[in-house]
């Protein structure tokens, strides 16, 4: 599974620090959710996709899945 958190919050326009600021969570853990390090709990995943006005299913693609 491939984090697309990192490119949903450039589209977005927002700012890591914000986004951390607003879950809750450090800058470092944010970044270990964009880097695929680690992944978010089912609780901060959803906050996290109301925050960027997205579906949970967005934030992530399979790695095999073909790009459009």
Known sequence: MKSRIGEIIDAAGY???YIAKELGVSPTQLSNWISGR??????KAFKLAKLLNVKVDDLYKEDDENEL
């Open 38 to 43: 680690s992944y978010p709990t089912v609780e």
């Open 15 to 17: 700012k890591k620090k």
